[in-house]
């Protein structure tokens, strides 16, 4: 076909040129031009907190999980991929390593920085995960090392043209519940709200200093549904952490437009992560589950104690025979045939799910300009 052969044609100059790149750049690495750089919790860890010193309530790096996907568990909440993980293969990336695992990392495709029980506030879990403010600290770093490697010029484009996946808040709004948490109840609902809005504000706006324009949001999910809370939290406190999700989703968006009109070139996509995420708990069959309400791996009433391994405060716990069936694998984590879901939403999904930008349009929007002499 006609249209194939030039396709290929094109594809062919834009490789020559790319080949006498004097800063010695693998020719695939420049045809996945976009990196992907990941900060967030445990949502989006790959395995960051198997490199703390933490608990294993922060922890996932015994079986079963991982088991669907990966031949032993990785440290990532489920039972295989997580929504990074198909966006780095949607974009025709390598899947992209926990920052912190020790390694011969190729920065070049990104980083990602998640760690599990992370908030964007500082007293969310303190000293037991990797913050937001580390998160972006240690991307720093990486932006240091990137200008090493490939020079100034060259690092900043790579950091412009690069996607940047947030999922932050959870953590930040789970943990107070039912606690005495000096710093929540020193605030309204929409105070707290807006420090940890505000944080992650500070973070999208020096990593936009830094060169970075193109961002991916998820919302707050309906925290209520998790087998978790659903189970072993009052009436009361389910109200009160759904408004606090509501509050955020609201904020974020808010916070989102204004960015957009204040930044020049900012980009951003915004995933209804919490619609998305009821639409299934009301209708699993329509979306190939089983079970929306029930966890996979845990022990209790719709296996909402975290046991999940048995390597947890309680050992006892059951396994499903197929993850696949279900929406939730442990007591607080997506499956990853939900995880999937989501992130083919996240990359194609039309504007009224993930927009204004869907991640394919931010991944395929890519100069090319600093790897290939400029003239492709
Ligand atoms: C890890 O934390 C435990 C408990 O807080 C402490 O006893 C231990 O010294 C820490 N280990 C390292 C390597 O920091
Ligand atoms: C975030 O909030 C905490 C308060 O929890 C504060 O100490 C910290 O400096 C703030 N900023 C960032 C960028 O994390
Ligand atoms: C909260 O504080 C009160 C009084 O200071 C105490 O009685 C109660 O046990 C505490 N609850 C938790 C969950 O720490
Ligand atoms: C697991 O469940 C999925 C979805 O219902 C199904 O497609 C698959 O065949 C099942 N696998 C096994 C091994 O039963
Ligand atoms: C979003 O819009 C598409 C068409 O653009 C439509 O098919 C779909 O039902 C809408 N979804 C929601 C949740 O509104
Ligand atoms: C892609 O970039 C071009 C030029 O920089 C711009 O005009 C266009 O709006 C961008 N599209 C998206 C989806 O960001």
Redesign the pocket.
Known sequence: MATTSSFQLYAFIIFLGCLHLPSGRGTSTAAAAAALFVFGDSLYDPGNNNYINTTTDFQANFWPYGESFFDHPTGRFSDGRLIPDFIAEYAKLPLIPAYLKPEDHQFEYGANFASGGAG????THPGLVI???TQ?SYFKDVGKLLREKLGKKDAKQLLHNAVYLFSIGGNDYISPIGTNSS?YYSYSQAEYVD?VI??LT??IKEIYGDGGRKFGFVESLPYGYLPNIRTLTSGESIEEVTTLAKLHNKALAKTLRKLQAQLKGFKYSNFHLYSSFMERIDNPSEYGFKDAKKACCGSGKLRGVYSCGGKREVKDYSLCNNASEYFFFDSYHPSEKAYRQFAELMWSGTPNITGPHNLKSLFDNVSYKPYCFGFV
């Open positions: 964007a506030l500082a007293e913050d937001l403010k972006l710093i420090m505000g944080n500070t973070v």
